[in-house]
Structures are given as structure tokens and as C-alpha cells.
């Protein structure tokens, strides 16, 4: 008779614990190794529906901006582009300051801070508050890009399968990579980008984990293709090295591309630093970025958003050589006052921008003293890009490879690897931290974290038996 009643107590037991919120993760009905690789998988499958869903609403929540809550403000006549930016901020800071102050900034460096102190803890609520907010900061015209809300996204969604499945702390730090990598994944279409973005920047290591975030990056791409369509984040022309003799000039670029990199990293740190020290409410300030911002779209509208119209009309040669110059020393000072004011986005698509209206300038130059053997200034734009961020981030895999999923081209490797290398170089020199080390530093946090010895969790008491 007891032997019986045992045998029903374990079943039981057994469906409780998968009907019990999250008994399902910790059922160890797969192998540790399997295990990880079907966890790996979900959060890429979430982390790629959770960017859908934040792009979907920002693109709505932008069609709104620009549509009836800009014919509501047409009383102010075209300065109803100032009031957009200072109205999302006025909306965004309390949010941020209430809720969730992780979700300030450019996020990536909350990510980073959770994996070198909290053992890639999350809380749950970041996810929610850095959607809301940077899609307030963005749709309403902040100068600021999406990825770093879709990284935190990721992040968190990896973070918070890991708690539930009660891994070890060096588990949900593989996860949290994951979910960064899905992140950037389905932000520029760009799956093996989003991997090496995760092992070179959040991890700065490359080992036997690299499978997991492989995976996860492979999946959440899956996801966003299904909805958002199977195409490169730009359609440009074909752009190859017109001759060998290009390529110093391409380095030299890669240099000035460099220097301007440091500029904004470290202007960026400054006017955060002047807005923590400026005694003012803290929930207000993203509102006085906003409104600076504004006072920028009333006569630069290409700065707007995350700026992909913009930086398609680079490379396809549509701006002059004045309006280059000008949209790239714009993007710059908006980008520092929407996210030094404490607006919440990302600094990898402002880095883009940035790039591509600095390298299409000097493309221009180029191309009109040696129109006979170099490309048009297009071209100069697109490598742009990649070397700007990779300067500014210290990634140079990860700006390469990110190009050419962006583009669908292969064929400018050799100007492409040229210019990244000077950049990378003349960070390396003049910066000892990339754009999301810094912060750590400032917070006195060691980057790349000290892996701790990994010990399994406590064991749970077994179902009652006899």
C-alpha cells in the first residue's frame, strides 16, 4: 500500500513542477550539453520575436509622431520638429527614473555592468521600461539607434531564462551573449555578425560557447526574416577597389575616421557627466536633451530617428559635400544630448551614420582629385561606416562582418580591412576604452570579467518518499 501511494506521490510531484511557473526549464529532461543548446535556441526564437515586436511598435509609434501628433502641433509651424524630440524625452525620463534606471543610455553597458557584477542577473522589468522608453526617444525623433534597446532586450529575455532554469552564474552569462547577439541579429539582419558581436564585445573571448550564441543569433534572425522580410539594412551599388593604388588613401581615411571616433566617444562621456552634475530633476532631463535636439531637426531633418534614410542617401551619393559635413557634426552633437541627458537608445547606428557622412565626404574629395582611378565618394561612405564603429567600439570583426551582411557585398574586402585597420590602430593609441568599456571603468568595474569557479546549483529537496 505504500509502495503504491509512492508511486502516485512521485507523478504527482513530477506535473506539479511542470505546471508550476518555470518547473518546465528546470526539468532536467535532456542532457546539461543538449539542455543548453534547446535553452540557447528558445531565447534566440523570443529574443528574435521580441525585436519584431519593438521594431513594429517604434515604426508605429514614428507614423504617429509624424502624423497626427505633428499635424496637432502645426500651430508652432515648423518648429513642431523641435517640440517632437523634447515631448518623447519629457515621456521617457520618468519612465527610466521610476521604473527602471538601466534602461538609460545606450544600454549596452548595463548588459555588460550585469555580467561583470550581478553574474548576468537582469531584472525583469528592464526589457519593458527600454522598450517603452527608447521607443518614445527614437519615434518622437531622438538621435539615437535601435540596437541598444534590442540588446538589452535580448539580454534581459536570456537573463531571465536562465534564472528560471536555475543555471549556474556561468550559464546565464553564456545566455545573456545569447540573447545579445539575437539582438543585434535581428536588428541589421545580420546573424554571424550578431554572434561575433556578442564573443568580441560582451564576452571579449571566443571559446566553446560560441556554438550557443551561434545558435541563438542563427534563430532570432529566423524570426525576424519570417516577419520583417529576408533583406540587406541597405540596398546600395556595386562598390569595389578601382585600383591598388587606392588603398593608402583608404587607410588614411581609416585614420580621420578614427580620430573623429575618439571625438565622439569622449564628448559623448562629457555631456553625460555635465547632465549627472547639472542639478536638475533627473526625470526632466532627457526633455532638455530632446528639445536641443528638436532645435537640430528644425534645420538638419535627416538627423531623425535612427537615421537609416540618411545613410542610405550617403551611399548612394545623394547629399553634397557641405551636408555631409554638416549631418555628421549634427548626428554627433544629437546623439550626445539624447543619450547624455539620460534618453534611452543605442550608439552603434548613430556610429554608422556618423561614419558613413564623414567617409562620403572624403570620398568627394578624392574622387575629384583622382577621378580616374578611385571610386565614387559611395564607396568611401560604406567603409566609412565600418570604421567608425569599429574604432569607436574596438570591434573590428564585428564592423567588418556587420558590413557585409548589411550590404549583401563582399567585393570591397581589401579597402574595407585597410581603413578598419587604421582606425582600429589610432583608437588603440589615443583610447585605451571602447565607447562601452568606458563606463565601466568610470564605475570602477573590471572588464573582461574574472570567470568565477562554476559550482552547481543547490539542490532541491526530492518528492516525499518512504
Known amino acids: 500500500m505504500r509502495a503504491a501511494s509512492a508511486l502516485w ?55 504617429l509622431a509624424q502624423g497626427p501628433l505633428a499635424r496637432a502641433l502645426e500651430i508652432f ?27 538609460r543610455g545606450h ?88 554572434a561575433i558581436f556578442a564573443m568580441e564585445i560582451m564576452m571579449r573571448r571566443i571559446h566553446t560557447d560560441f556554438l550557443l550564441v551561434m545558435l541563438t543569433s542563427l534563430s532570432s534572425a529566423v524570426i ?17 577597389l578601382i585600383s591598388s593604388r587606392e588603398l593608402p588613401l583608404y587607410f588614411i581615411m581609416g585614420l580621420i575616421v578614427g580620430l573623429a571616433a575618439i571625438v565622439y566617444v569622449r564628448l559623448l562621456y562629457r555631456t553625460e557627466a555635465w547632465f549627472l552634475q547639472w542639478e536638475f530633476p533627473d526625470w526632466a532631463k532627457p526633455a532638455f536633451g530632446g528639445l536641443f535636439v528638436g532645435l537640430i531637426l528644425r534645420f538638419f531633418p535627416q538627423v531623425y ?32 544630448a539624447t543619450l547624455g541627458s539620460g534618453g534611452s537608445g543605442g550608439v552603434f547606428a548613430p556610429s554608422l551614420y556618423m561614419g558613413a557622412m564623414l567617409g562620403g565626404a572624403y570620398g568627394m574629395l578624392i574622387h575629384a582629385a583622382f577621378p580616374s582611378w578611385t571610386a565614387g565618394s559611395g564607396a568611401y561612405a560604406m567603409v566609412g561606416m565600418a570604421a567608425f564603429f569599429a574604432a569607436a567600439a574596438k570591434a573590428p570583426t564585428t564592423s567588418i562582418l556587420i558590413l557585409f551582411e548589411m550590404t549583401n557585398d563582399y567585393r570591397i574586402i581589401l579597402p574595407l580591412m585597410t581603413a578598419t585597420v587604421g582606425s582600429v590602430y589610432i583608437s588603440h593609441q589615443l583610447l585605451p576604452h571602447s565607447i562601452y568599456t568606458l563606463k565601466l571603468y568610470l564605475r570602477g568595474i573590471h572588464y573582461p570579467y574574472i570567470e568565477e569557479p562554476e559550482r552547481a546549483p543547490e539542490p532541491k529537496p526530492s518528492p516525499a518518499t518512504d
Not at 39 to 48: P, S, W
Not at 108 to 132: D, N, Q, S, Y
Not at 224 to 240: I, K, M, S
Not at 307 to 314: I, N, R, T, V
Open 305 to 336: 530617428g535612427a537615421g537609416f534614410p540618411a545613410m542610405d542617401s550617403a551611399l548612394w551619393v545623394r547629399f553634397s559635400f557641405e551636408l555631409l559635413l554638416a549631418l555628421f557634426v549634427m548626428e554627433m552633437i544629437a546623439n550626445c
Open 107 to 194: 544600454g549596452v553597458p548595463e548588459v555588460m555592468t550585469a555580467l561583470a557584477t550581478f553574474g548576468g542577473r537582469i531584472r525583469r522589468r528592464v526589457v519593458v521600461v527600454k522598450v517603452v522608453a527608447s521607443s518614445l526617444t527614437i519615434g518622437l525623433g531622438g538621435a539615437a539607434g535601435r540596437e541598444g534597446p534590442m540588446v538589452q532586450i535580448g539580454a534581459g529575455i536570456g537573463s531571465t531564462i536562465g534564472q528560471l532554469a536555475n543555471l549556474t552564474t556561468r550559464n546565464i552569462r553564456t545566455l545573456v551573449a545569447c540573447g545579445a547577439a539575437g539582438g543585434i541579429a535581428a536588428t541589421f539582419n545580420a546573424p554571424i555578425a550578431g
Open 9 to 63: 506521490r512521485r507523478p504527482a510531484a513530477l506535473a506539479r513542477g511542470w505546471a508550476a511557473p518555470s518547473g518546465w526549464f528546470r526539468a532536467s529532461f535532456l542532457p546539461s550539453e543538449n539542455y543548453l543548446i534547446f535553452l540557447a535556441v528558445v531565447v534566440g526564437l523570443l529574443t528574435g520575436l521580441g525585436s519584431v515586436l519593438f521594431i513594429l511598435f517604434l515604426e508605429w509609434l514614428t507614423e
Open 224 to 240: 525576424a526574416r519570417h516577419y520583417l522580410g529576408n533583406y540587406p539594412a541597405f540596398h546600395v551599388t556595386a562598390y569595389q
Open 77 to 103: 509651424g515648423p518648429s513642431k520638429l523641435v517640440l517632437l524630440p523634447a515631448i518623447g524625452g519629457l515621456l521617457a525620463g520618468p519612465l527610466i527614473q521610476r521604473f527602471a534606471k538601466e534602461a
